[in-house]
């Protein structure tokens, strides 16, 4: 299993060229709350070196204001530790363990990562369905590669 970048970064919207350049991090629930369910906030962004805004501390969550705000730390792995089977997997356990209080924030960094021309879609579902691109045949988000393909055609058409 390949990556496909680029990767748009959630943090400054630029895209993140190769899994060198991309970096994975989450909020963890204050020390009060139990581990189920204490993880929230995960999303790729660039690794400081590779971000527009590295003069500005990068893409990274603000350590200082989660800590002061909520009591909550910021746990983070490379991109790599995400990518190719074994990434897979790790997304995976995170579900099995119920590590994060929206399992939906997993499911779609799964989907980011590793369904080929999904990153490059997604942000345009709502627009090609409303444009009749193509019709959902089934959960929202999880559509195969013929619709896939179908929205990045019609993007490329727009521009």
Request: overall charge negative.
């Amino acid at each position: 299993m390949e990556a496909n970048p680029p990767w748009k970064c959630d943090q400054c919207g630029h895209p993140i060229n190769s899994v060198e350049d991309g970096w994975v991090e989450w909020l963890n629930g204050s020390i009060a709350e139990q581990w189920e369910g204490a993880l929230r906030g995960l999303r790729l962004v660039h690794h400081k070196p590779a971000s527009p805004n590295a003069d500005q501390g990068g893409c990274y969550h603000d350590e200082a204001y989660w800590f002061a705000a909520k009591r909550y730390t910021v746990s983070d792995l490379p991109l790599t530790s995400f990518v190719g089977p074994d990434g897979l997997v790790t997304l995976l356990a995170f579900l099995a363990d119920r590590r994060f209080a929206d399992p939906d924030e997993v499911l779609e960094l799964i989907k980011r990562l590793h369904v080929p021309n999904y990153e490059g879609a997604r942000n345009s579902f709502e627009a090609a369905i409303a444009e009749g691109v193509f019709e959902p045949r089934s959960t929202p988000g999880y559509y195969d590669q013929r619709e896939l393909l179908a929205v990045l055609n019609w993007i490329n058409n727009e521009q």
